[in-house]
């Protein structure tokens, strides 16, 4: 039985969805009528194959020879006849994401600007970590954000669209390409690309259908295969989508935290203003996948004189405590006009002390690209929305 507060919820979730639809991406059908097949559910291609004349089976042929082995090209499939080859390749299209440039830090970090289709572009990262010989890619969700973070270049960058499923997992799948990390003839797969963070340009949870179904692609066993473990979503605090991406998904949830008192989280992540602290940390202690094997990632980025102070460290340990959690502290990446400037080492070692000493796990991340402004809170297009036209 649906209690009032439940339906409050889903009231607000339904607004949200119908809200971020009018930014919603362009359609998958090309000019030339060719369907995109990459980021279609596996029902969606059946129906699409039906229509063409073709039986379901199809399907999972498809599937494999797209996410599993990579393949762009039908010819390049061969369990499919060569007169299929050539009549799938008359209505269907498997693409990618255009790389219009792609920069390689000193520390071995990548970045990737992805052109879309109708011109938009968002930037993607890949942060290797060679001690383990894997890495992460950092994925966008969104071109743009609608949030305006303060400390947050992506912020000032108005929202112009969503991504779709497609351009989502496209980003992933373009990285795989470059990194050659589509299995062998042998069958041997490298797994450099072994970690997804939604940690891109975007709220995924405004965005949160294209994500789902990206995501629900990417975890697929016939396909990519990456582990639910291996996927880590991190939103500001959409409340009311928080219980659902828990539910449906299961994936890590990290959390963009940043002050632990509303007035300063109001001024420096306006979402709090919607989602005060208190309904956001309500959340975390129901997300559903959260346990000791998987904790929640409170993630907190350091501002020199604003939220470094040994009270900060000491209310965050009261927030939070009881939850399967651990802190991520993050230097603040400086980036062209940007207002703050990052704590000094020694505020952010006792800051960590004190995280540490209450039974949380606080490390110091690293940053990561910051020459070619790839580092965490520095991603940010020249893309703009369109005007309407009079």
């Not at 006792?350 to 520095?378: E, Y």
């Amino acid at each position: 039985m649906s209690t009032a507060a439940d339906d409050l919820t889903e009231a607000e979730r339904t607004r949200i969805l119908a809200k971020t639809a009018r930014f919603a991406p362009p359609a998958a059908q090309l000019a030339d009528g060719r369907r995109e097949l990459v980021g279609l559910s596996r029902e969606e291609i059946i129906a699409e194959l039906a229509a063409i004349g073709e039986k379901p089976f199809r399907a999972k042929q498809l599937w494999h020879w797209i996410y599993h082995q990579g393949a762009t090209d039908f010819s390049r499939m061969s369990s499919i006849a060569r007169p299929l080859q050539e009549k799938l390749a008359a209505h269907f299209i498997i693409g990618r994401p255009e790389a219009a440039e792609v920069q390689t830090s000193t520390d071995e970090t990548r970045k990737f600007l992805f052109r879309f289709r109708d011109g938009q572009e968002a930037e993607t990262v890949y942060i290797p970590d060679r001690q383990e010989d894997r890495g992460a890619v950092c994925i966008s969700s969104q071109v743009g954000c609608t949030l305006s973070c303060r400390f947050c270049h992506t912020g000032t960058q108005t929202l112009v669209r969503n991504l779709g499923a497609a351009e989502i997992v496209g980003q992933f799948m373009a990285a795989r390409d470059s990194y050659g990390e589509w299995p062998s003839p042998r069958g041997e797969t490298p797994r450099l690309l072994s970690t997804i963070v939604l940690m891109g340009m975007g709220e995924p949870l405004y965005n949160y259908e294209n994500v789902a179904k990206a995501m629900t692609i990417v975890m697929d066993g016939e396909g990519i295969a990456l582990s639910r473990r291996r996927i880590t979503l991190s939103t500001s605090g959409v409340v009311p989508m928080m219980d659902r991406a828990g539910t449906e998904l299961g994936v890590n949830l990290a959390v963009s935290l940043h002050a632990v008192r509303d007035e300063l989280r109001d001024e420096i992540v306006p979402l709090n203003r919607k989602y005060p602290i208190a309904e956001l940390i309500a959340a975390c202690r129901r997300y559903p996948a959260a346990s000791n094997a998987r904790r929640i990632t409170f993630e907190y980025v350091m501002l020199r004189g604003i939220n470094d102070s040994e009270a900060d460290a000491r209310e965050l340990v009261r927030l939070i405590a009881g939850i399967p959690a651990k802190v991520n502290l993050i230097p603040f990446n400086l980036w062209p006009g940007s207002p703050y400037e990052t704590s000094t080492q020694s505020a952010i070692d006792r800051f960590a002390a004190i995280v540490m000493d209450a039974g949380f796990s606080s490390p110091v991340r690293t940053p990561r690209g910051r020459d070619i402004l790839a580092a965490c809170g520095q991603l940010r297009t020249e893309s703009r929305r369109a005007r309407a036209s009079a």
